[in-house]
């Protein structure tokens, strides 16, 4: 008995090193040119407004191994790391800005905040994150990051970067219904950005590629025609295994994402393209959309952007006095945006409170004017002279802060 007994354990032993053996290479293996060691991030989610980062983002965040965050933005406080003292304030500078705690489940408390570096707040903040779901791949979603992936890698060494594109026609689309209700996008300009940004995301791209960071790049026409594969190839390029969970939007988790009507379609259960409606983009921004297409392709060899379905993008390429004026438009744009973060990172609270309740008025009343009907309207608003029409709140510009997207 005793040498059946040591057979009986020997090809025991046998067995489960090779079901080990299985599992592991089932479970653990990492993306092609990847070494075994496991790889827990930072992730970055990046892509320009309105391209379906939250679509990848509520997707990927359905599995057990990742947790990132929604449009944290706290990379984009930096300025607030300048002065000595910085310990003292940014985790609550960064919950003033996009209620980025809150939306999250995230306590001050457990965040460790004795620190006067942006990558060490962010590595205690967005593993807290991860913790509390026991996920091992940490990081972050936002489109925001646009034009700063360069200093995120050099800030980052072992980030990843998936970048999703979409048909610039097709954002700006989603940026002009989206800027219909007081939101994030109702400022001027948010489609010049969308626009010329477009080329500064492939251009911060490119030195990532150059530099040998990993970048995975997907385009937002495929993911939502074929969900299951385009996330195969992310769960590849992440190293984790693929579950179908991800691949359909059913039980996803979207309380950190924004309470805006056009969060309507990452918020229901169906991956797909909205059903066809009319025409919104201007002749004008299309036709200008078409010439820096055709100038793009001409560029890169005819490789990107990629176009999805076959349009008409034969309108000459702009000329070098409109490049020149649009450039000069969109860092004027840029400056103005990058003066009113300065402003939440120094700008005292009880001056940002004052600010945020009248903006916040302001976007109500907005509202209110849109709901009335034309009768209500009529019965309700005294007859309006010209030059009293200049102070309509109905004709004011709106602008909103990011904490109102």
């Known amino acids: 008995m005793d040498d059946v007994e040591a057979r009986y354990l020997k090809r025991s032993r046998r067995l489960i090193l090779w079901l080990n053996s299985q599992l592991t290479a089932q479970f653990s293996t990492p993306p092609e040119g990847c070494s075994l060691t496991q790889w827990s991030g930072p992730l970055f989610i990046v892509g320009p407004w309105r391209s379906g980062t939250s679509l990848l983002y509520a997707l990927l965040n359905k599995h057990p ?9 706290l990379f984009l406080l930096r300025p607030l790391f300048w002065l000595p003292g910085a310990a003292s304030r940014w985790v609550a500078r960064w919950e003033f800005w996009n209620d980025a705690l809150n939306r999250h489940g995230l306590t001050a408390g457990r965040i ?11 590595e205690r903040a967005y593993q807290e994150y991860a913790c509390q779901k026991s996920a091992q ?20 060494p072992d980030a990843r970067f998936i970048i999703i594109w979409r048909d610039l026609a097709a ?15 109702d400022r001027r300009g948010t489609t010049h950005r969308a626009l010329m940004g477009y080329k500064t995301l492939k251009t911060e791209c490119d030195r990532l590629v150059r530099g040998g960071a990993s970048v995975y790049q997907i385009q937002y026409e495929a993911l939502v025609g074929n969900p299951a594969d385009v996330m195969m190839g992310v769960c ?26 056009h969060h309507s379609l990452v918020k229901g259960e169906r991956i797909g393209c909205p059903v066809e409606r009319p025409e919104i983009l201007p002749m004008k921004l299309r036709k200008k959309i078409n010439r820096y297409v055709c100038l793009w392709h001409q560029q890169s060899g005819g490789t990107w952007p990629v176009i999805p379905c076959l349009q008409n993008y034969d309108h000459g390429k702009p000329t070098l006095a409109e490049r020149v004026s649009d450039q000069v438009v969109y860092h004027a744009l840029r400056s103005f945006d990058f ?19 009248f903006k916040h008025q302001q976007r109500e009343s907005s ?7 034309p009768a209500d309207r009529r019965q309700m608003d005294p007859p309006i002279s010209p030059p009293s029409a200049l102070r309509s709140p109905t004709l004011a510009v709106k602008h909103h802060d990011r904490s109102q997207r």
Do not use: H
């Open 367 to 373: 509202v209110r004017m849109q709901q009335r009907g």
């Open 65 to 73: 191994r990742i947790a990132v965050l929604y449009e944290g933005d």
């Open 137 to 156: 791949i940490w990081g972050e979603k936002s489109p925001n990051y646009y034009d700063s992936l360069a200093r995120l890698a050099r800030d980052f």
């Open 236 to 261: 590849r390029f992440l190293g984790v295994p693929f579950v179908p969970c991800v691949a359909s939007l059913n039980g996803a988790d979207r309380s950190a994402i924004y309470e805006d009507r």
């Open 339 to 357: 003066l009113v973060l300065l402003a939440y990172c120094f700008v005292p609270f009880r001056f940002l409170q004052i600010y945020r309740a």
């Open 112 to 122: 460790q905040s004795n620190t006067s570096c942006v990558r060490t707040a962010m």
């Open 171 to 185: 954002i700006c689309r989603s940026v002009i219904r989206a800027a219909q209700e007081p939101s994030w996008f």
